[in-house]
């Protein structure tokens, strides 16, 4: 792994490296690269380390600005004094393979549009990889930063879906756990209604229209009508456009189709490994949310704390629906900071006692 350092705080665009390895995936061996960033300092005993893992468009800048002053993703809670405190915490984001905006000059990525080592594009050739591919690929990061575990693994979305992974695979390597609008499967919006409509709307619609599908979805009518009513929504799709792979779109919708927490280990022997292991999940849904019905993860949550799991569950209502994830993070922020401090209560508090960052000891 190579690694330039650029930036020690939470206000730049962090420190960039690239995981170089030959990952075994799904039908061989692969020269894999991957781009991440770091932001904060390791402690003598490394013990301060949280990986934070990106959503479906997102990349590893989730923190900081871009060169061309774009916020992180989720630079409202990652900085010096925010929840995810950089002053205290060091905090690592990787782009997955098949990273949708691979076109992105500071986007480091390895999936079916990025260069074959026999000349063209990977194309089909490329293996269909899965969750379990990515968790290894991820758990590299230990291997090269000399870290036992992570104090924290985090993320929305299809973030949240790899948070919950590294809870299922390995709950020994990332005792507090925190996934914001996801389930512990895709359910039958995912399963039975995005990816059919994504598929069908790619050969015709191509990738602007692609985009429009998951726009739709992620904020629904009320979040496209408070994003572009004074916006041209055609101007914001063809500079997504710009940076964007439609095969990697497809690509990553296949993955996340596949994601069930019940097939990597059922949920009675879940639930009691995530007790001996001593884990701390805090989930997070959203009321509304296009992609992930808050029910599916209110049942999760209502199961695992029966059986002993220290599990918080927290949902609240946003204009954005599944894009509050990223754009309206007031109402978890001080949750997230309550579980890596391990002061995060058994019952969420009320939204507006969460959003003021105050959260009872438990």
């Given at each position: 792994?190579?690694?330039?350092?650029?930036?020690?705080?939470?206000?730049?665009?962090?420190?960039?490296?690239?995981?170089?390895?030959?990952?075994?995936?799904?039908?061989?061996?692969?020269?894999?690269?991957?781009?991440?960033?770091?932001?904060?300092?390791?402690?003598?005993?490394?013990?301060?380390?949280?990986?934070?893992?990106?959503?479906?468009?997102?990349?590893?800048?989730?923190?900081?600005?871009?060169?061309?002053?774009?916020?992180?993703?989720?630079?409202?809670?990652?900085?010096?004094?925010?929840?995810?405190?950089?002053?205290?915490?060091?905090?690592?984001?990787?782009?997955?393979?098949?990273?949708?905006?691979?076109?992105?000059?500071?986007?480091?990525?390895?999936?079916?549009?990025?260069?074959?080592?026999?000349?063209?594009?990977?194309?089909?050739?490329?293996?269909?990889?899965?969750?379990?591919?990515?968790?290894?690929?991820?758990?590299?990061?230990?291997?090269?930063?000399?870290?036992?575990?992570?104090?924290?693994?985090?993320?929305?979305?299809?973030?949240?879906?790899?948070?919950?992974?590294?809870?299922?695979?390995?709950?020994?390597?990332?005792?507090?756990?925190?996934?914001?609008?996801?389930?512990?499967?895709?359910?039958?919006?995912?399963?039975?209604?995005?990816?059919?409509?994504?598929?069908?709307?790619?050969?015709?619609?191509?990738?602007?229209?692609?985009?429009?599908?998951?726009?739709?979805?992620?904020?629904?009518?009320?979040?496209?009508?408070?994003?572009?009513?004074?916006?041209?929504?055609?101007?914001?799709?063809?500079?997504?456009?710009?940076?964007?792979?439609?095969?990697?779109?497809?690509?990553?919708?296949?993955v996340v189709g596949t994601h069930?927490?019940?097939?990597?280990?059922?949920?009675?022997?879940?639930?009691?490994?995530?007790?001996?292991?001593?884990?701390?999940?805090?989930?997070v849904n959203i009321r509304g949310?296009?992609?992930?019905?808050?029910?599916?993860?209110?049942?999760?949550?209502?199961?695992?704390?029966?059986?002993?799991?220290?599990?918080?569950?927290?949902?609240?209502?946003?204009?954005?629906?599944?894009?509050?994830?990223?754009?309206?993070?007031?109402?978890?922020?001080?949750?997230?900071?309550?579980?890596?401090?391990?002061?995060?209560?058994?019952?969420?508090?009320?939204?507006?006692?969460?959003?003021?960052?105050?959260?009872?000891?438990?």
């Amino acid at each position: 792994m190579r690694q330039r350092e650029e930036a020690a705080g939470g206000s730049g665009e962090g420190a960039a490296f690239t995981l170089a390895v030959n990952a075994t995936l799904k039908g061989g061996v692969v020269p894999v690269r991957l781009g991440g960033r770091t932001w904060g300092q390791l402690t003598e005993a490394r013990d301060n380390a949280v990986l934070v893992c990106h959503y479906y468009t997102g990349t590893a800048q989730v923190a900081g600005r871009a060169r061309d002053g774009t916020p992180g993703w989720w630079a409202s809670l990652i900085g010096p004094g925010r929840a995810v405190d950089t002053g205290r915490y060091f905090v690592v984001a990787l782009n997955t393979l098949s990273n949708v905006q691979m076109r992105d000059p500071a986007v480091v990525t390895t999936g079916p549009d990025t260069p074959h080592p026999g000349g063209g594009t990977w194309g089909k050739r490329f293996p269909t990889w899965d969750f379990a591919d990515l968790h290894a690929l991820q758990r590299e990061l230990l291997r090269h930063f000399g870290l036992e575990r992570w104090h924290a693994v985090m993320g929305p979305s299809f973030g949240g879906m790899q948070a919950l992974q590294w809870a299922a695979r390995t709950p020994e390597l990332a005792p507090r756990v925190a996934a914001v609008a996801t389930s512990p499967c895709a359910g039958p919006v995912l399963r039975d209604a995005f990816g059919p409509l994504l598929r069908e709307v790619a050969p015709t619609g191509g990738l602007e229209g692609a985009l429009r599908l998951i726009s739709l979805f992620g904020m629904g009518a009320d979040g496209l009508e408070a994003a572009f009513r004074e916006a041209d929504f055609g101007a914001y799709l063809r500079a997504r456009a710009q940076a964007a792979s439609l095969a990697h779109i497809l690509d990553i919708a296949r993955v996340v189709g596949t994601h069930d927490l019940a097939e990597v280990t059922p949920y009675p022997e879940l639930f009691a490994r995530w007790r001996g292991a001593g884990l701390r999940l805090l989930t997070v849904n959203i009321r509304g949310d296009g992609f992930f019905p808050a029910r599916e993860m209110r049942a999760f949550a209502d199961a695992s704390r029966a059986a002993g799991v220290a599990h918080t569950h927290f949902e609240y209502s946003s204009v954005w629906g599944h894009l509050a994830c990223v754009q309206d993070t007031a109402p978890f922020a001080g949750l997230l900071r309550g579980l890596l401090e391990d002061t995060l209560p058994a019952a969420a508090p009320p939204p507006d006692l969460a959003a003021a960052g105050e959260v009872p000891h438990a």
